[in-house]
């Protein structure tokens, strides 16, 4: 089935530049968002968040506080016409060295046993960092990117943009 693995701060929230998003007020939609991730819906494509979030692991917050925020996130997408299916998050802190927190595969790896109907000739995935590209790397996959930085497979100014080149592509 085709895929778009999503990063969330940077691709699909504001990123907070030296923090994180903590709480509902905190999470603000980039432009376009919410009809780039209904356009891929309609488009049967499976959309998969794959994020890291040490504020965890640094007590900045809580699963509680993340899943709120989640909860937040995929209602108003839906109320939107969208769909999430899943999301994958690693809590851990960046010198714990799991195989969960990306650039390391450990999260898409987790996805691919949950949906092994997942064809990775059909699957990208979309981020904003250097990080979200090393991933896409050692996970197999092609890399989007929004934004100047980092050297992928494909560049795009926003999600918006990158979903419709899916869709034309898939044509």
Do not use: W
């Not at 929230?13 to 603000?28: A, M, P, Q, S, T």
């Not at 927190?101 to 450990?106: E, M, N, S």
């Not at 494909?154 to 990158?162: G, N, P």
Request: hydrophobic share 35%; with cysteine.
């Amino acid at each position: 089935m085709k895929t778009v693995f999503l990063d969330r701060d940077g691709v699909i929230n504001k990123r907070l530049i030296g923090d994180y998003v903590k709480r509902i007020e905190e999470f603000e939609f980039l432009d376009g968002v919410l009809d780039a991730i209904k356009l891929l819906k309609e488009h049967n494509y499976r959309i998969i968040i794959i994020t890291n979030q040490q504020g965890i692991g640094k007590k900045l917050m809580s699963e509680e506080d993340l899943n709120k925020i989640h909860s937040f996130m995929i209602k108003e997408i839906e109320k939107n016409g969208g769909k999430v299916d899943k999301i994958y998050y690693c809590p851990h802190l960046e010198n714990e060295n799991c195989n969960c927190r990306k650039p390391k595969p450990g999260m898409i790896e987790q996805a691919l046993k949950d949906y092994p109907d997942i064809n990775k000739e059909n699957t990208f995935m979309i981020g904003d960092t250097e990080s979200d590209v090393k991933l896409a790397k050692n996970a197999g996959l092609r890399s989007i990117i929004i934004g100047e930085e980092a050297d992928p497979d494909f560049r795009f100014k926003s999600l918006l943009e990158a979903a419709m080149f899916l869709v034309r592509e898939e044509k």
